[in-house]
């Protein structure tokens, strides 16, 4: 169980870093997150829309689709569906899908057109998620 935190930022990192650490499984359960925070599924959907105006979905999915854009800019030798297994997607078309809704654009044209080169996503634990690419190419 979590510790008792005393801020919002705390939680916002706690959640933060259990989705990191799940997110290649593609298994994220919104009431298992609560159940690691020590919070009810809708005390967690509750606190995270007052602090970040996003339900626990939808901050989950724009995690997620982060931790794509930062894999394609940092590693253009990973196919975009390697890239989506580690970003815990099952499948490309669930990826391009989700990327679209977000980005307006698909994984392909978003490389396309350069906008990674824009992007400032920098996070330590990206090298997690490359390891998990390193072991299924083995």
Known sequence: MATKRTSNDELIKELISLVFQEM???????AALADQ??????????????????????????L????VKEMLKMFPC?????????????????????????????PTEYIQSGAY???????????????EIEKKRR
């Open 78 to 106: 990973y196919t975009i569906t390697e890239v989506a297994h580690a970003a815990g997607f099952s499948d490309l078309s669930h990826l391009t899908h989700c990327f679209h809704g977000h980005t307006g654009m698909s």
């Open 37 to 62: 925070l020590a919070l009810s599924p809708s005390q967690l959907n509750r606190r995270v829309k007052d602090i970040t105006g996003k339900s626990v979905s939808a901050f989950v999915m724009e």
């Open 64 to 67: 997620r689709i982060n931790k």
């Open 24 to 30: 290649y499984t593609g298994n994220i359960k919104i």
């Open 117 to 131: 080169k824009e992007d400032h996503l920098e996070d330590p634990i990206l090298h997690h998620f490359i390891r």
